[in-house]
């Protein structure tokens, strides 16, 4: 995703949201990003440390969710040499890599019980041991994090501690969704556009007005994520050519055949409402291709010329072997989604990080996945 240093949008809620970090970037106050997933939370991130006193330095993310709960204590604070099986020599972890800058946990809320009582005492007192050391090491890390989970029940469900949580969010900026920022929608749609020339060497032809209003009332599940990735595909499948309503169904309804299955977003009406909209989009194309089919019949039909008599009606087809649809057995979802998933690894080549980022799920989702369904 793009990490520009401006917030691309100007809706009500991206100006807002806008005002608010700029005031939040030059102190050092920690603050919580919260949002559905692919929604943007590491470009607000980027944001804020770029507009910082602390731009100059580094801001190093770190992906919860993606390191293993063993070894994350170890990434984000050191180990000595000796300290565990395979810890040859000593080195230095993520915290000590952001000192004098920003640090990034992305998926905070992914974070085992016994990491989190060491992040809050960094919090609190900005030092920390390496694993297996006694030594006490002091750095000046500004902390940024970020979730698309509740945190509210997650502390209710004793998932999450509830210090660390209000220590957290000093300052929390929620991100809205994409579906609720209206012409927002078509300027990122441009930018992506202007992105993927230049990355492609492709020229682009442009959108049909139909297919910007359909782009405006497809829900995005994925958010902004799902919208670039869009981009890019239509750019390199479609050539550049002019995207219209048909191109963009066509290419939404491949997408959401995947992610209406096992995108994650804890929402199960909205799951739903997702899904009955991607539906009546493949509808819409299915009675597109009807259509072209009764034309077909209807030149068949017609005589090549006025001394002809009247053309006969058209043959009728052969009986379909397959049972109607009604008869068929439906395909459980957890059989829908393996398929899901074992196409998605097969598309990427078995590139996990991808994969996840093509379903809109976390890498620890979907390594659970594959374990589950034995990919």
Known sequence: MSRDLDIIGRSTGMLQLRELAMKVADTDVTVLI???TGSGKEVLAHFIHNHSRRAGKSMIPVNCGAIPSGILESELFGHEKGAFT???????????????????????????????VKLLRVIETGQFQRVGAS??????????AATNRNLTQEVAEKNFRE????????????IPPLRERGSDILMLAEHFVREF????????????????????????????????NLIESLLI??????????????HLVQRSRH?????????????????????????????GEIRQMLQQALLYRQPTSPLLLPAYPAPPPAPDPTPPPGDEAPVPLDELEKRAIGEALAKFEGNKRKTAQALGINERTLYRKIKEYGL
């Open 237 to 250: 499948v479609e050539r550049g050519k002019k995207i219209t309503p048909d191109i963009l169904e066509k």
């Open 135 to 144: 030594e006490t090491i002091s750095v000046d890390t500004r902390i940024i």
């Open 34 to 36: 919260t949002g559905e």
């Open 86 to 116: 395979g810890a040859v020599q000593a080195r230095k972890g993520y915290f000590e890599s952001a000192d004098k800058g920003t640090i990034f946990l992305d998926e905070i809320g992914e974070m085992p019980l016994e990491t989190q």
């Open 163 to 174: 210090d660390l949580y209000y220590r957290l969010r000093s300052v929390e900026l929620q």
């Open 197 to 228: 020339e230049r990355k492609h060497a492709i020229a682009f032809e442009g959108f049909s007005p139909e297919s910007g209003e359909l782009m405006l009332r497809y829900p995005w599940p994925g958010n902004v994520r799902e919208l670039r």
């Open 259 to 287: 992610k209406g299955l096992v995108h994650e977003t804890g929402k199960t009406e909205k799951n739903e409402l997702n899904l009955i909209y991607s539906s009546l989009i493949q509808l819409r194309q299915e009675i």
